[in-house]
């Protein structure tokens, strides 16, 4: 059994309260009492979304609900856990990750991987900078890695398990460094950068759960925390030159009512400027925009850069923000397993048991006795 843990079907009303003033904050698959408190909850999901979801195109998953919508709707506590739920599954589905680091395993990150080679390769002959990422070496050695643990579970022999995992450690150790240079080097192409960012960071969430795997979870926990601090810092660079450019303030227009409700803005730039003002940014940006009776003549429209934003940058952008949410939470969750000493696998089986009896709306909700609210 979990250690000062103990499983529940609803959030307390404190803590959603908590969470509707903005005293709490809700990353991933963890709520804490700030962006560096203590953890009240872990929302574990009993199930992955289907590669089919993570096909969907980012205006429809992201019509779900965040935060910042909940702080505007509601000031009833009754049911708001599982619009919380909702909020945690739609950071999963657009950030193509599974919301818990223990279920982000070889397989998931091994699906991950194959839905990013065949976009590649559907790109590769129209653009020069993909044809070069797509013939480099470490492509495959990648694919050949994953490849290697798919079955690590399966291997009965404990120090040949240790052999595989040592060896793919020293594979994505290196494949890491390497989508690291590249992402810092890119300055130029918002496409090239996203996809050095995927490869960066599949490989640095294997890195570290083959360390969990093999016991070695302050390791595991360390190697994160560095690669989220480079991570931020090199997306928020992408996001602020290469995706918001110079004018954030156009997404106030009506052209992007649809794809970008003005708490999705808010919640971009919360990240993009490492600053939590909330709906204070749709005020400055306001003031950044053409007052009403200036001459401006309006009637020269760029369609095709406004399809290519949607279809593009609004995608973009909302995927480093989910990501951002889930870096924080998997951090938390390596703690939590380096503090009840057991392995990622080991916690998926517990989390599986517990699933049979006390899943809510798809999850398994840990409480932390330490910090009952």
């Given at each position: 059994m979990l250690n000062n843990l103990k499983v529940v079907k609803q959030i307390s009303d404190t803590t959603i309260s908590g969470l509707l003033k903005g005293d709490y904050k809700l990353h991933g698959a963890v709520i804490r009492a700030d962006s560096r408190g203590s953890i009240l909850y872990y929302?574990?999901?009993?199930?992955?979304?289907?590669?089919?979801?993570?096909?969907q195109p980012i205006s429809i998953i992201s019509q779900g609900i965040n935060i910042y919508q909940l702080q505007r709707k509601t000031n009833k506590l009754i049911g708001i856990t599982d619009q919380v739920l909702e909020v945690s599954t739609r950071t999963m589905t657009i950030a193509n990750l599974n919301l818990a680091v223990t279920a982000a395993g070889f397989t998931s990150l091994h699906q991950r991987l194959n839905v990013l080679e065949k976009r590649l390769a559907e790109l590769q002959a129209k653009f020069k900078a993909f044809r070069t990422l797509l013939e480099l070496e470490e492509r495959a050695r990648i694919n050949a890695a994953f490849q290697a643990?798919?079955?690590?579970?399966k291997i009965n022999d404990s120090e040949n398990r240790r052999q595989i995992l040592i060896q793919q450690i020293q594979v994505f150790a290196e494949t890491n460094l390497k989508y690291k240079e590249l992402l810092t080097q890119v300055d130029d192409s918002r496409r090239t950068a996203m996809a050095y960012e995927e490869y960066f960071s599949l490989t640095a969430l294997a890195h570290a759960r083959c360390h969990a795997e093999l016991g070695e979870l302050d390791m595991a926990r360390r190697f994160l925390e560095n690669t989220y601090s480079f991570w931020q810092g090199q997306t928020r660079r992408v996001a602020k030159d290469l995706l918001l450019v110079r004018y954030p303030e156009r997404f106030l227009f009506s052209d992007y009512v649809e794809e970008v409700p003005v708490s999705v803005l808010a919640e971009w730039c919360d990240f993009v400027y490492n600053e939590e003002k909330g709906y204070e940014w749709i005020d400055e940006l306001r003031k950044k925009t053409i007052p009403w009776y200036a001459k401006k003549d309006f009637s020269k429209i760029d369609s095709g850069k406004l399809r290519r934003e949607k279809e593009r940058v609004i995608p973009a952008l909302s995927k480093l923000v989910a990501r951002n949410n889930l870096f924080q939470g998997y951090i938390a969750e390596y703690d939590l397993l380096e503090s009840q000493k057991i392995t990622p696998s080991e916690f998926e089986k517990e989390v599986a048991l517990l699933a049979q009896d006390s899943a809510a709306n798809g999850y398994v909700i840990l409480q932390s006795t330490d910090n009952e609210i």
């Open positions: 929302l574990l999901p009993t199930t992955q979304p289907p590669i089919s979801l993570l096909l643990l798919l079955n690590i579970d």
